[in-house]
């Protein structure tokens, strides 16, 4: 269960319950997905099935994926499974690479430990179109056919039901595919078959994270305001008017999380037009820490330097008894008093223990508070036209010569 706890805010914003219904239809005339995805029991089953089907087959999967397409799964392997984990002597999955850049060095340095033979590809990308990810496909399939090795058997797709290049490929070859649906984008995709198929091949209990991420999707379809927590965290957040957030968890555990928090507020909320085309350049910025890591590297600026954000600390409540446990309690309360003794305004939200269950929960927590975010600055938080622009100004006879696709 999620707890927040709000006495260092000083003034307690006063949102404004009635606003809840108003915004929760306007959310709901939007058709977005990212809440009843929860309910795809086809893609359960299928994303099941196939873990059955190829257990024990392959010592490596490579995620070949960028921005919404890797951020989650990154985030759910770092929370949820040894930190160390690919390095362990007796692990009994097979060691996870997301591969979210297309740096040489980080391909060449990932071929040095990979077994082809041995290795599963999934190939992720929404638009089905992404240059980079397509790029790092062409080439992992390029080698796997010169080790004469089996596509359909190294390779599977996630990817729209219907439309790009990646969805062309997988009907055409009958390359195993799971869908992304049409109306949920990749910072909204972490509990479609983008996160939890490769959580599920590494031993992440995915029925309990979507079991998580219902309960809040339960409060955040609630028009009490006790009871929906998404609600109150964004408008803490709008009406702070504070630039800035910064996201610190007392976890080492969940600094990936940061990671994947930062694209969801970055592109959700930073915008260009409002509803009604007019230039208003909203945005957040997110800013990821770390405790106790951080309060020896930014805690001076949060404390001392421009009174431009808004921090959240995260907390997991149940820590080992040990001295390490103690400290970082003891460690975390510090920090909060002395922001809260310089004006700093900070909220906590802490889980019991970190579960399937509780990410389950945080995950669905911020991309709710998002969608409320986007009604209260007036603008659409699921686009990512600034994103789309990049993508267009990318050379493409160079594209076109470097990947498989012949449609970009
Ligand atoms: O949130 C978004 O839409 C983007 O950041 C995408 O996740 C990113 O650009 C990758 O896109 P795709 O999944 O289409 O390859």
Redesign the pocket.
Known sequence: MIKFDLKNLHKIPSAQKPLIKKFLKKIAEKKQGFSEILNDKKTLYQINSFAKKIEGKFSYIVVL?????ALGTICLQQSLKHLFGNELKNLKTPKLYVIDNIDPILIKELEDIIDYKKTLFIV???????IE?LSQYSHFRKNCENKKLDIKKHFVFVTDAKNGELRKIADKEKITSFRIPGNV???F?VLTAVGLLPARLIGIKIEKLLAGAKKMRKKFLSDSIKENQPFVLASIQFLLKKTMTVLMPYSQKLIKFTDWHR?LLA?SIGKKFNNNGKIVNTGITPINALGVTDQHSQLQLYNEGPNDKLIIFIEIEKHEKNIFGKLLKIEKNATEQSLAKNNRPNITISINSLTEETLGELLMLFMCETAFLGEFFEINAFD?PG?ELS?KLIDRNFAKQNTLSTKI
């Open positions: 994926g960028i921005g919404g397409s992720i990308s929404k638009s089905g179109e992404t990810t984008s990749g910072r995709s694209q592109e990512q994103v993508k």
